[in-house]
């Protein structure tokens, strides 16, 4: 109890502290539209000295004291009046913000979640606008019990010449559903990622798969995420990394063209029915206009 009655006096002492204090208050840092993101804070509240500008620095790292920039330049100097600023990014790196005050000199205190950032801030990941200009050609829509002038592919998709499966009989059976599944209309498909995936994790293997997704698949290297998602797939990775890290290397095979590489890719990932099924059948039916 003591403990307690202890922190609560030193938190109250604290903020009367920081009240006559030039520095600024509950910064927060929030993703903005394409390559913004937005900075807003509270100004102190009769300040010892005035405060006549703001300093705004950006770092790759949380910054935890002044030391860290003292040799920086900062991104902006504010007025010392402004309580927000825009700042503008080209890439999806982390970033941590801290504004120092000036009055008439640098007031050099930094205070985690008070005039620091706690939590890095990135762009969102775009949608890519991979074959948006592509027109599809039309798919003939068969009724029930009508021949197709031209079959369905044969995949050869449970093959396990090349390598030991890794499916369950449960999977299995999945996979012969969704491979008997009739196709629809020819759809264009944009990539597709999962949630767990648009935010930078603290590390293991969430964050290497958000890296490679990052340096390759965003960028519409296909190829090249290919590659290294199958060296991931190959290493003693998570269950969920795994199943995702599949996922991708369907996406890729299939924006590749490698069509039937993709579906043997897809029908790894038994956890996600709803988005296997959706591309399975969309790779069934690129495949079949294509062979037409």
Not at 115 to 135: Q, R, Y
Not at 157 to 163: D, F, H
Request: proline share 4%; charged share 25%.
């Amino acid at each position: 109890m003591k403990k307690i009655i202890l922190l609560i006096c030193t938190l109250l002492t604290t903020t009367l502290l920081w009240a006559e204090k030039p520095i600024v208050q509950n910064i927060q840092a929030s993703v903005g539209k394409g390559t913004k993101i937005h900075l807003s804070w509270t100004l102190p509240q009769n300040p010892e000295s005035p405060v006549t500008s703001l300093l705004v620095y950006r770092s790759n790292k949380p910054i935890t004291s002044y030391k860290q920039i003292v040799q920086m330049t900062p991104i902006q100097v504010l007025s010392g009046d402004v309580s927000s600023y825009t700042d503008s990014v080209s890439d999806y790196n982390d970033y941590f913000y801290a504004v120092i005050s000036f009055t008439d000199k640098v007031y050099d205190l930094v205070l985690v979640s008070v005039n620091s950032t706690v939590n890095g801030v990135h762009l969102s990941m775009p949608k890519t606008t991979a074959e948006s200009n592509a027109k599809p050609k039309e798919e003939k829509l068969y009724e029930e019990g009508t021949l197709r002038e031209t079959p369905l592919p044969y995949l050869d998709i449970l093959s396990t010449e090349k390598e030991e499966s890794k499916l369950s009989n449960d999977a299995i059976n999945s996979a012969k559903n969704l491979a008997k599944s009739t196709v629809s209309e020819t759809e264009i498909l944009f990539p597709y990622f999962f949630e767990e995936d648009l935010v930078s994790p603290d590390g293991g293997d969430e964050y290497i798969l958000f890296e490679i997704l990052k340096n390759t698949f965003v960028q519409e290297k296909y190829s090249e995420a290919n590659s290294q998602l199958r060296r991931l797939v190959n290493r003693n990775i998570n269950k969920d990394v795994m199943n995702r890290s599949y996922f991708y290397i369907g996406e890729a095979e299939y924006f590749l063209g490698n069509y039937e590489e993709a579906i043997k890719a897809f029908i790894q990932v038994y956890d996600y029915p709803l988005q296997t099924k959706k591309w399975i059948n969309a790779t069934l039916s690129k495949m079949t206009v294509d062979s037409e």
